[in-house]
């Protein structure tokens, strides 16, 4: 089996036939089988959490939202597959840098400044 057919019958062990996949990720899976390396997609799709996530996605198990998807985690293989689904369209392109930087901030203050009456003026200020 070529390597491309190959990727094409994991993904439809994987995700199911693309007649039974929501038709907003429909594109994904044409990206998916028309990628240069089908062998590294491959392995992606089956041992990542971002391909774990794309078949939780497909069965509706998780909504297709930006939100939904910052539950599933942060490991680059979540944050590959956000960018696909931003790529052909299944989800809205949104900054997410700002919200990346004010949960860093969020957690580096709730773990560097205890006293409550130091962390308000700090809040205040990066919330300004």
Do not use: Y
């Not at 007649?19 to 990720?25: C, D, N």
């Not at 799709?45 to 198990?61: E, F, H, I, K, V």
């Amino acid at each position: 089996m070529c390597p491309t057919c190959a990727l094409t019958a994991g993904l439809d062990d994987r995700l199911g036939p693309a007649a039974r996949i929501p038709a907003e990720l429909l594109p994904v899976r044409a990206a998916i089988i028309t990628a240069d390396n089908p062998a590294i997609v491959r392995r992606w799709l089956c041992t990542s959490t971002g391909g774990q996530l794309l078949a939780r996605l497909t069965t509706g198990d998780v909504p297709l939202t930006h939100e939904a998807i910052d539950l599933a985690g942060d490991d680059r293989s979540i944050e590959n597959l956000r960018g696909l689904l931003v790529a052909v369209g299944a989800l809205p392109d949104e900054d997410r840098n700002l919200d990346q930087l004010a949960k860093f901030f969020e957690d580096h203050l709730a773990a560097t400044v205890t006293d409550p009456a130091d962390r308000r003026p700090v809040q205040a200020w990066l919330r300004w």
